[in-house]
């Protein structure tokens, strides 16, 4: 049995056991590697293929969690050599919720998804037998990279050819293409320490890594996506970090994550576009606009470096999935995307109203919230519960992220982004009474 097929049945074992629940976020990659002494290959092969088989999913910038439907893919437990003399009844005792409610899971809304279209064109896709008789091309496949460019033009008004972008699966792997390219001083600036595994790959590349020093020569944003629930970059700011980079001769990656959210009425001009492609490189994902088990992510490279990649691109072998690409192609080619996203858009706006709207209407506790101008997560500040009892926290029925804890607050990250619209009500209801017992516990 190869290292990543062992490892895949390490996994799985821990599914149907119940050591991982569905919902629960899967080890790093890096954390993966460091306790199963294994490459970071063989870590991510399997990840890759406990995603392509339901297992798992990917929530870009976060991790991967376990499927909520891993319980209906019985079948690869005989081929992964589980022991098990009743695997429905083990995996459905593992599968046990744990919460009445979650609004702490990124994914996607059942009401707007686009599996059912999307399974018709991987379909599709597997007919061509010809292209998938051969390896992706190392670039990504051309008809993708033709539709990606015009899909940037229209949606973020970025004039670029097919040459000019590189398609993966994931953003660390284009993360190690373009530190091949980039020259000068190996410095780089992240916003927060959130960006963990961008911020390792770095440093494993030799760079010094800060958090926002904007005298690193290479800075990495997220101008539509600045904090945990949503501030979008002004123009002002957007104008100042321009001419900063271009005064000091820095280099900028844009990663556009959540762009398609952003639900305030002013516009949100690309930095790339800005920029006029100069010193800039722009990072886009398709997982959190399709689906997020489809991994496939692009960059488009600065201006200038095309030569400079064309020499190094047979070392970097494609990492997507051939036929997935050819899906997309056809699905961007189509127009799907555009009223994919125009649908989900329009709900998850309804959403965040009904979210905001419930909070105001049933904490019943001293407390403020932020609703930034993208995404779907909502900063919940809740006063009077002492940092030392936050433990109290994961009794509450509901589950949620803690975003933060200070000497009489804590901050929840709460999401509407899986949880329908018709559940956001009682589930805040619930909320709080999980909130009225901490108080409760801490009062005793």
């Not at 870009?60 to 209906?72: D, P």
């Not at 990492?319 to 649908?343: P, V, W, Y």
Request: proline letters at 3%.
């Amino acid at each position: 049995m190869k290292v990543y097929e062992k490892i895949y049945s390490y996994y799985i074992k821990q599914m149907a056991d119940g050591s991982l629940k569905p919902g629960d976020k899967m080890p790093s990659l890096r954390e993966s590697e460091r306790m199963l002494s294994a490459s970071r290959t063989s870590i991510e092969t399997a990840y890759l293929q406990l995603a392509a088989d339901g297992y798992i999913y990917s929530v870009e910038k976060v991790g991967y969690f376990v499927s909520e439907t891993v319980n209906r893919y019985e079948g690869v437990l005989e081929e992964t050599e589980v022991e098990t003399n009743n695997k429905e009844n083990n995996l459905g005792a593992a599968r046990q919720m744990e919460y009445e409610y979650d609004l702490a899971t990124l994914g996607e809304d059942r009401e707007v998804s686009c599996l059912q279209l999307w399974r018709r064109y991987m379909k599709s896709a597997l007919r061509q037998e010809d292209r998938l008789l051969s390896y992706s091309a190392n670039q990504g496949e051309y008809d993708l990279r033709v539709e990606i460019a015009a899909h940037v033009r229209k949606s973020r008004n970025i004039i670029c050819g097919p040459e000019d972008i590189v398609v993966g699966a994931g953003f660390q792997n284009l993360l190690q293409i373009l530190i091949a390219l980039i020259p000068g001083e190996r410095t780089i600036s992240f916003p927060t320490k959130d960006f963990s595994d961008g911020a390792m790959t770095f440093k494993n590349a030799g760079f010094q890594v800060s958090y926002r020093n904007k005298n690193c020569h290479v800075i990495y944003v997220t101008p539509s996506y600045m904090t945990k629930w949503g501030e979008v970059m002004t123009m002002k700011r957007r104008h100042e970090l321009i001419d900063h980079a271009k005064y000091d001769g820095h280099l900028i990656i844009e990663d556009d994550y959540q762009n398609e959210f952003v639900f305030s009425t002013k516009p949100t001009p690309s930095l790339y576009a800005m920029m006029g492609g100069e010193n800039i490189a722009f990072l886009g994902s398709f997982s959190r606009v399709l689906l997020p088990s489809v991994r496939i992510s692009y960059i488009i490279l600065p201006r200038g470096l095309r030569d400079k990649y064309e020499a190094i691109k047979e070392y970097y072998n494609q990492t997507a999935s051939k036929a997935e690409q050819i899906a997309l192609a056809q699905f961007l080619r189509d127009g799907h995307l555009g009223r994919h996203i125009k649908k989900m858009k329009r709900l998850y706006e309804e959403k965040r109203e009904i979210i905001r709207d419930a909070i105001e209407k049933n904490i019943t506790f001293e407390h403020k919230y932020i609703l930034g101008e993208s995404g779907m997560e909502i900063a919940l500040q809740i006063n009077g519960i002492d940092n030392e009892k936050n433990y109290a926290l994961k009794n509450i029925p509901v589950r949620v992220n803690l975003l933060d804890s200070a000497e009489n607050s804590v901050i929840l990250l709460i999401s509407c982004s899986k949880i329908p619209k018709e559940d956001i009500e009682n589930s805040i209801k619930k909320l709080n009474e999980g909130l009225q017992d901490v108080f409760s516990m801490i009062n005793y």
